[in-house]
């Protein structure tokens, strides 16, 4: 894969970049901050208070500790330095505390961990092929994909207005990333282990992870037409990997396994009872499914079509976590969300395995794995399109097709995000960031690619523009109408219905990019 030599850091530009965002992120420590803020708290105080063997049994909270050791090890480390803030934070019966200290510690932990994310940005512009840079700095990939990565509008909102610790997974996950485009895959699967002990929502991707490493490393050499040589594999090369991911377990895991506790860790780390859909409408197929029920619902009950008494009284547009029963459609199941998923994954699968593009092939499958699981998947949250939108931010600067779905995808993914934010103070700041980034997106990417024409057609043009209506409606025209007491959802219906349909669109151009790409290409013998 060729790098684009000094393109990360070339002219100090990429450090500039990254110490603006870190200047913009420390503006916004006294905005609003959501319950995961509390949750977090909580997780300090569980992890400093307790003994290991306790902290997956500790309730005294209802936000009950359920991410893999490695977080729990995290929050366990950053709680020492916590004390030196306001230790009474650290104590589990004080909840929903928040001093000052508290809200300050907590905000620049998240800012200090966010350098592994800034790392790894700076490796993943050194992977990015350079054929394409032009005179100017600004119309250069690699500084694109920087601004794409380091001022990312969805980052920026989740982990440092509503609060969480993305940015040091993502970078962990592009680290990753940079280290297989390096041809380091021992590293990039040894940090995808360790990612997958600090976050399990990353199990998304790991049907690509595991398939273009088995494809790509433990067998090395292709035939002619492509197709894999069987007598290349190298069984040295898979026990390599195993006992890395043996071991990463082991680490993780084997403390609990020990106390017989791993079956209380799994249920967890896999709450089935919390429902089909989050809170926040995730803007995925079962959004689609959800409106369609309550839709085909209302109209029963105006026709007489059904009985009103024997409607479920647990209702999707509460904004309650919960089990739920759909009126008119049938009931959706957690096995069928995963049978769902797998479906829509394994052909992104096979075409990496039949049809193999080098690491921007695994880096197109697992954006496919993400979105797949993000469409498909139970409980989905909303700020899991995140996992879709920043690596795809990699194959935008270096094709127009590719550019294309991304800005299809980030812009209607983003503004999915708007309802975490619902507070009066946050809403200017959330649209500016919103359209800074989204502009510099539009405008520097139709840059790179002048000479191949417009990168939307007039259909994908108008459904975007839609997002501006949309969003006037949603958060300036709604509130003062009547209908907020009768129908207070319907904001959050509209703009995940809206947002789905340009997401499953996106999922699916992607899809025919994939198999209408170039042929597989020939890997040498190593």
Same mark, same amino acid.
């Given at each position: 894969?060729?790098?684009?030599?000094?393109?990360?850091?070339?002219?100090?530009?990429?450090?500039?970049?990254?110490?603006?965002?870190?200047?913009?992120?420390?503006?916004?420590?006294?905005?609003?901050?959501?319950?995961?803020?509390?949750?977090?708290?909580?997780?300090?105080?569980?992890?400093?208070?307790?003994?290991?063997?306790?902290?997956?049994?500790?309730?005294?909270?209802?936000?009950?500790?359920?991410?893999?050791?490695?977080?729990?090890?995290?929050?366990?480390?950053? @709680?020492?330095?916590?004390?030196?803030?306001?230790?009474?934070?650290?104590?589990? %019966?004080?909840?929903?505390?928040?001093?000052?200290?508290?809200?300050?510690?907590?905000?620049?932990?998240?800012? +200090?961990?966010?350098?592994?994310?800034?790392?790894?940005?700076?490796?993943?512009?050194?992977?990015?092929?350079?054929?394409?840079?032009?005179?100017?700095?600004?119309?250069?990939?690699?500084?694109?994909?920087?601004?794409?990565?380091?001022?990312?509008?969805?980052?920026?909102?989740?982990?440092?207005?509503?609060?969480?610790?993305?940015?040091?997974?993502?970078?962990?996950?592009?680290?990753?990333?940079?280290?297989?485009? %390096?041809?380091?895959?021992?590293?990039?699967?040894?940090?995808?282990?360790?990612?997958?002990?600090?976050?399990?929502?990353?199990?998304?991707?790991?049907?690509?992870?595991?398939? +273009?490493?088995?494809?790509?490393?433990?067998?090395?050499?292709?035939?002619?037409?492509?197709?894999?040589?069987?007598?290349? +594999?190298?069984?040295?090369?898979?026990?390599?990997?195993?006992?890395?991911?043996?071991?990463?377990?082991?680490?993780?895991?084997?403390?609990?396994?020990?106390?017989?506790?791993?079956? %209380?860790?799994?249920?967890?780390?896999?709450?089935?009872?919390?429902?089909?859909?989050?809170?926040?409408?995730?803007?995925? +197929?079962?959004?689609?499914? @959800?409106?369609?029920?309550?839709? #085909?619902?209302?109209?029963?009950?105006?026709?007489?079509?059904?009985?009103?008494?024997?409607?479920?009284?647990?209702?999707?547009?509460?904004?309650?976590?919960?089990?739920?029963?759909?009126?008119?459609?049938?009931?959706?199941?957690?096995?069928?969300?995963?049978?769902?998923?797998?479906?829509?994954?394994?052909?992104?699968?096979?075409?990496?395995?039949?049809?193999?593009?080098?690491?921007?092939?695994?880096?197109?499958?697992?954006?496919?794995?993400?979105?797949?699981?993000?469409?498909?998947?139970?409980?989905?949250?909303?700020?899991?399109?995140?996992?879709?939108?920043?690596?795809?931010?990699?194959?935008?600067?270096?094709?127009?097709?590719?550019?294309?779905?991304?800005?299809?995808?980030?812009?209607?993914?983003?503004?999915?995000?708007?309802?975490?934010?619902?507070?009066?103070?946050?809403?200017?700041?959330?649209? #500016?960031?919103?359209?800074?980034?989204?502009?510099?997106?539009?405008?520097?990417?139709?840059?790179?690619?002048?000479?191949?024409?417009?990168?939307?057609?007039?259909?994908?043009?108008?459904?975007?523009?839609?997002?501006?209506?949309?969003?006037?409606?949603?958060?300036?025209?709604?509130?003062?109408?009547?209908?907020? #007491?009768?129908?207070?959802?319907?904001?959050? #219906?509209?703009?995940?219905?809206?947002?789905?349909?340009?997401?499953?669109?996106?999922?699916?151009?992607?899809?025919?990019?994939?198999?209408?790409?170039?042929?597989?290409?020939? %890997?040498?013998?190593?």
């Amino acid at each position: 894969m060729a790098a684009h030599r000094g393109g990360s850091g070339g002219g100090g530009w990429f450090w500039a970049l990254a110490v603006g965002v870190t200047l913009l992120k420390l503006l916004l420590l006294p905005t609003y901050h959501s319950t995961d803020f509390e949750v977090h708290r909580n997780w300090l105080a569980i992890t400093h208070s307790l003994p290991v063997s306790q902290w997956y049994y500790e309730a005294t909270s209802k936000w009950t500790l359920d991410y893999p050791p490695f977080f729990a090890w995290f929050e366990y480390a950053l @709680s020492h330095v916590a004390k030196y803030f306001d230790r009474e934070m650290l104590v589990i %019966q004080n909840l929903d505390y928040s001093s000052q200290a508290t809200v300050l510690f907590q905000r620049l932990s998240v800012i +200090f961990t966010d350098l592994l994310f800034i790392y790894a940005a700076h490796e993943c512009c050194k992977c990015v092929n350079g054929k394409r840079a032009g005179r100017e700095t600004l119309e250069s990939p690699p500084f694109v994909l920087a601004v794409l990565l380091l001022w990312n509008f969805g980052l920026l909102i989740v982990d440092h207005i509503h609060f969480q610790y993305n940015g040091f997974l993502f970078g962990l996950m592009l680290l990753s990333i940079a280290r297989l485009f %390096q041809k380091r895959h021992l590293e990039g699967a040894f940090l995808f282990a360790v990612l997958l002990h600090f976050k399990h929502i990353y199990l998304y991707v790991a049907p690509a992870y595991g398939v +273009f490493l088995l494809r790509s490393y433990c067998f090395t050499a292709n035939n002619p037409d492509g197709s894999v040589r069987w007598r290349s +594999f190298s069984f040295l090369r898979v026990a390599a990997l195993g006992l890395i991911v043996s071991l990463v377990s082991a680490l993780s895991l084997g403390p609990f396994v020990a106390w017989g506790q791993l079956p %209380q860790v799994l249920s967890r780390l896999f709450p089935f009872k919390r429902g089909l859909c989050h809170a926040y409408w995730a803007p995925n +197929f079962w959004a689609l499914y @959800s409106a369609l029920d309550k839709a #085909l619902s209302v109209i029963g009950l105006k026709y007489k079509f059904l009985n009103p008494a024997t409607l479920p009284k647990a209702s999707m547009t509460g904004g309650l976590v919960q089990e739920f029963e759909h009126t008119v459609l049938p009931s959706v199941t957690p096995l069928a969300t995963l049978a769902c998923t797998a479906i829509s994954i394994l052909p992104s699968v096979f075409c990496l395995w039949f049809k193999p593009q080098g690491p921007r092939g695994f880096l197109r499958c697992l954006v496919l794995c993400a979105l797949s699981s993000f469409l498909f998947g139970w409980h989905v949250h909303e700020k899991a399109v995140l996992l879709a939108i920043l690596p795809l931010s990699l194959l935008s600067v270096e094709r127009s097709r590719d550019a294309s779905i991304y800005l299809i995808l980030s812009a209607t993914g983003h503004l999915s995000l708007f309802p975490l934010l619902f507070t009066a103070p946050e809403l200017p700041i959330k649209i #500016l960031l919103m359209l800074l980034f989204t502009v510099f997106s539009f405008s520097s990417l139709k840059a790179i690619f002048r000479k191949e024409g417009p990168l939307l057609n007039w259909l994908e043009t108008i459904y975007l523009t839609g997002l501006i209506p949309l969003e006037l409606f949603c958060e300036i025209m709604f509130p003062f109408t009547p209908w907020t #007491l009768k129908f207070p959802f319907l904001p959050l #219906l509209l703009t995940s219905v809206y947002c789905a349909v340009g997401i499953m669109y996106a999922w699916l151009k992607l899809y025919i990019s994939v198999f209408m790409g170039p042929p597989a290409i020939r %890997q040498k013998e190593e």
